[in-house]
């Protein structure tokens, strides 16, 4: 199977940390988005242009990081990042559509705000205000929990790891302490601690272009 994918893109991240959970094979392709002709290449697998996307031995073309990853439990169940049992099924789709709705949402638009000072204040605090109820509600979830649903490593979790780890950047959750000390557990683990180290080189690239300094977001 291929893997289009972009390094430094949290939504690669999540699948790339699924397939290095499960240790599957793959042959991985690495899209550059930012230039024209390759944009237009991509067209042809993806008519999104998003990455990540998946091209299965049978030729199977998926879209969207949770949908290649429940295919990914399909193939290869061991270990399942989505669990049998329906309601810790249900609490995992949950906690990853919390993830992506309100914190990776949130955390596009304060770093557009740094991007673009004349943005609309009013945005900005709706969205600060989005990332700290959700932040909450992960809190308490992990009261008494190693990860996300539980005591085993599941899909909510690849969809944390890259969101939270770039979070910190544009909003820092250090007020909720349960969050900050499963980030770093999160950062511990082999197959996050991969796919971050192979997202840096291309991620400090695409800081080097931007107003800030790097000193800023390291």
């Given at each position: 199977?291929?893997?289009?994918?972009a390094p430094a893109s949290s939504y690669s991240q999540r699948v790339l940390i699924a397939l290095y959970e499960k240790q599957?094979?793959f042959d991985p392709v690495e899209v550059n988005l930012f230039d024209a002709q390759e944009r237009d290449r991509y067209r042809?697998?993806?008519?999104?242009?998003?990455?990540?996307?998946?091209?299965?031995?049978?030729?199977?073309?998926?879209?969207?990081?949770?949908?290649?990853?429940?295919?990914?439990?399909?193939?290869?169940?061991?270990?399942?990042?989505?669990?049998?049992?329906?309601?810790?099924?249900?609490?995992?789709?949950?906690?990853?559509?919390?993830?992506?709705?309100?914190?990776?949402?949130?955390?596009?638009?304060?770093?557009?705000?740094?991007?673009?000072?004349?943005?609309?204040?009013?945005?900005?605090?709706?969205?600060?205000?989005?990332?700290?109820?959700?932040?909450?509600?992960?809190?308490?979830?992990?009261?008494?929990?190693?990860?996300?649903?539980?005591?085993?490593?599941?899909?909510?979790?690849?969809?944390?790891?890259?969101?939270?780890?770039?979070?910190?950047?544009?909003?820092?959750?250090?007020?909720?302490?349960?969050?900050?000390?499963?980030?770093?557990?999160?950062?511990?683990?082999?197959s996050v601690a991969r796919a971050f180290q192979e997202g840096r080189e291309q991620m400090m690239q695409m800081l080097a272009?931007?107003?800030?300094?790097?000193?800023?977001?390291?």
């Amino acid at each position: 199977m291929k893997l289009y994918y972009a390094p430094a893109s949290s939504y690669s991240q999540r699948v790339l940390i699924a397939l290095y959970e499960k240790q599957i094979n793959f042959d991985p392709v690495e899209v550059n988005l930012f230039d024209a002709q390759e944009r237009d290449r991509y067209r042809q697998t993806n008519p999104f242009i998003k990455v990540p996307t998946l091209v299965t031995d049978e030729s199977q073309v998926i879209f969207e990081a949770s949908i290649i990853i429940e295919y990914l439990d399909r193939i290869q169940p061991d270990p399942q990042l989505i669990p049998k049992e329906p309601d810790q099924a249900l609490e995992t789709r949950i906690i990853e559509r919390l993830i992506d709705v309100y914190i990776n949402s949130g955390r596009e638009v304060l770093f557009a705000n740094t991007q673009r000072p004349d943005q609309e204040q009013r945005e900005v605090i709706k969205a600060h205000r989005l990332l700290e109820t959700a932040c909450q509600l992960l809190d308490q979830r992990l009261e008494n929990r190693l990860w996300l649903t539980g005591d085993t490593f599941s899909l909510a979790d690849c969809a944390a790891a890259p969101t939270l780890a770039y979070l910190r950047w544009v909003y820092s959750y250090s007020h909720f302490p349960r969050l900050s000390d499963y980030v770093k557990r999160l950062e511990s683990r082999p197959s996050v601690a991969r796919a971050f180290q192979e997202g840096r080189e291309q991620m400090m690239q695409m800081l080097a272009s931007l107003r800030f300094p790097l000193e800023l977001v390291l």
